[in-house]
């Protein structure tokens, strides 16, 4: 769903997403990345990310599941859902 969002997120001026794509989907997202023409400076892709914490104390916004650890982790770092 994120990679269909790809165009109208790049269009943001200063938006820059760091994709956490899991292991089994990371070389399709890393093809679908690569024909879209992304700029890897601003669409990062990783398939796992060992300092959660501090990404999500950076993000302005977080998609993600809804798994007890994702929201315990978002919820941690004080990020608010909108209102």
Known sequence: ALLRM???LVRR???TVLHVTGRAEHQAVM???E???ADPSRWR???YLTDM???LAAAD???ARAGATSIAEI????IRPPS
């Open 6 to 8: 790809h165009d109208r």
């Open 13 to 15: 001026p200063g938006l």
């Open 31 to 33: 093809a679908t990345l």
């Open 35 to 37: 024909a879209l023409h």
């Open 45 to 47: 892709a990783v398939d």
């Open 53 to 55: 914490g501090s990404a």
């Open 61 to 63: 916004l977080v998609v």
């Open 75 to 78: 919820t941690a770092v004080r």
